[in-house]
């Protein structure tokens, strides 16, 4: 579905990404791992065109992403939930979620869209009319992952969604990302948080200053020592 | 009614008028400001080209039959157009690079308009026609001045219009949007480059406006014009809180008030001091303005 070749990306004379391929199939999750200043989020950030690759390709479902302007990839069905969440702070919860469907004209459609995020997130329907930037980090970050669903994608990137979140919300965090995906969502997943990540990916990237240095299925990686030393702390 | 207090009255009525102009000049700093995060300098000066673009325009108007009143449609349509390409040409390359650097091109498009209208047409002021022939109002030993009534009305009504646009339009959204995370609004389809060259738009559309009514006030018109004017209207929007729109109408009101007051009561040659004066305050003792808030940020 969606897939990464030979990408290099630099930032004036560092390169932070040094030809890295990847692929995610339709129904997937598959994670990307990997110490801080690895190139997790310049990949993301590159596949939706914030950041501009060097060379290489970017292709969603056959279709060149490196030549679509930012702001035309999220109507081809790819959603991107960026680091540190990037939540509009000023305006309300549901605003927020409205802007989510903003490239969308069927109204009925988004009604329907909008109950099923607050089906999946009780809380953010409690909290509608408030500001968002009120909202606890996990309320943020459950709203940054319902602002993304409200454009109605195919796959879904998302960035840290476990940043600077307890313990338990992480867990209920990764519960509503496999959720997603047992509803067919298509998920390419960035982590630190390496054994969480594994433990629901189908399959895994290990990167490492810029290139991807293992890859495999999640419980292999899971299993493999190199990574338990380097990224599971055992 | 006393002598007085007729004579306060129609101060403040003056006050206001020249207020609701200062208002809709600080609304381009301010929404520009709040999008792009630069002061445009060179807004002042989009409000000298909107004066020119009306004057040159209303002997063709009239020529053609259709009322010199229309030139304000020609100084709107000549002033955000200037605003959509001086924002593509000069600012527009400079948006990843450091704030002063976008802050200079402003200071050098300012003074790039300025001498380039006077190499044009001199520097030698030229008289601005009276094009609004409104009665006076009258309201019992009260004679106020038409084109005064007209300017509050015109300038309330554009900016109860913005407030509605930005608060409930699709674009409205975008830009509020755009304003606050540009990133994000990119990956919600907001096109950030359309946006920019909108908030350009309407900001020096408002200017184009107020250039026309400024013009009723003080009909003359000159190359520099747009300076002291566009200060003084930096002055409001910092004094309301630069980036929020509501706080540049109230700021505009303000220093248009105060201004008015001071000539009238204490001396004419002070009124600028005054109005640099409340700048200063302003920075001194609440920086980000009336309604600024010193937003505390969850990491």
């Known amino acids: 579905m969606l897939k990464v070749s030979d990408l290099k990306v630099s930032y004036g004379a560092i390169q932070a990404i040094k030809g890295i391929s990847l692929e995610v199939n339709e129904g997937e999750i598959v994670s990307l791992i990997g110490a801080n200043g690895a190139g997790k989020t310049t990949t993301l950030h590159t596949i939706t065109g914030l950041t501009k690759a060097q060379s290489g390709s970017v292709e969603l479902e056959g279709r060149n992403l490196l030549a679509t302007e930012s702001h035309k990839i999220v109507s081809l069905g790819l959603a991107h939930v960026p680091e540190g969440r990037h939540i509009f702070s000023s305006l309300t919860v549901e605003e927020n979620l409205m802007m989510g469907a903003y490239i969308r004209k069927d109204k009925e459609r988004i009604q329907q869209d909008l109950s099923r995020v607050y089906t999946l997130f009780p809380r953010l329907q409690e909290r509608r009319e408030q500001a968002a930037g009120t909202l606890s980090g996990g309320e943020q970050q459950m709203l940054a992952i319902g602002r993304a669903m409200m454009s109605n994608p195919r796959i879904l990137l998302l960035d840290e969604p476990s940043m600077g979140l307890s313990p338990l919300l992480v867990k209920e965090i990764f519960h509503i990302i496999k959720e997603l995906n047992q509803q067919g969502m298509t998920i390419l997943l960035v982590e630190q948080n390496a054994r969480m990540a594994l433990s629901i990916s189908n399959r895994a990237y290990v990167l490492e200053t810029g290139k991807i240095v293992m890859e495999g299925e999640g419980q292999e990686l899971l299993q493999d020592d190199q990574v338990r030393k380097a990224y599971l702390g055992a | ?299």
Not at chain 2, 206 to 226: E, F, K, N, R, T
């Open chain 2, 1 to 299: 009614m006393p002598q007085e207090l007729i004579v306060f009255i129609k101060h403040l009525i003056n006050g206001v008028q020249v207020g609701s102009i200062y208002a809709l000049v600080a609304l381009g700093y301010t929404m520009v400001y709040g999008i792009v995060k630069l002061i445009n300098f060179a807004h002042g000066d989009f409000i000298m080209v909107g004066a020119y673009a009306a004057l040159f325009s209303i002997p063709v108007l009239t020529g053609i039959g259709l009322p010199a009143w229309f030139c304000v449609f020609v100084a709107v349509a000549a002033c955000a157009l200037l605003g959509v390409v001086t924002e593509k040409v000069a600012y527009k390359p400079l948006r990843n690079s450091p704030r002063i650097s976008a802050l200079i091109t402003a200071i050098a498009v300012s003074l790039l308009l300025q001498n380039l209208f006077m190499v044009c047409f001199t520097s030698s002021p030229r008289p601005f026609p009276e094009i609004f022939h409104v009665p006076d109002l009258r309201l019992g030993s009260i004679q106020i001045n038409g084109v005064a009534v007209l300017t509050i009305v015109l300038s309330a009504v554009l900016m109860i219009a913005l407030q509605l646009f930005v608060q409930k339009t699709k674009l409205g959204r975008a830009m509020r949007a755009v304003s606050e995370d540009s990133e994000a609004a990119s990956l919600m389809g907001i096109s950030v480059n359309r946006t920019i060259s909108m908030t350009f738009a309407i900001g020096s559309g408002l200017a184009a406006v107020a250039s026309v009514m400024y013009g009723s006030v003080y009909p003359l018109i000159d190359p520099y014009m747009g300076s002291m004017l566009g200060l003084k209207a930096f002055i409001a929007a910092v004094l309301g809180g630069i980036g929020i729109i509501p706080g540049a109408m109230l700021g505009g009101l303000v220093i248009g008030l105060v201004e008015s007051l001071t000539k009238a009561y204490i001396n004419t040659q002070l009124a600028d001091a005054v109005v640099f004066g409340i700048l200063i305050l302003v920075l001194i003792i609440k920086p980000e303005g009336i309604f600024g808030k010193n937003i505390g940020e969850k990491v």
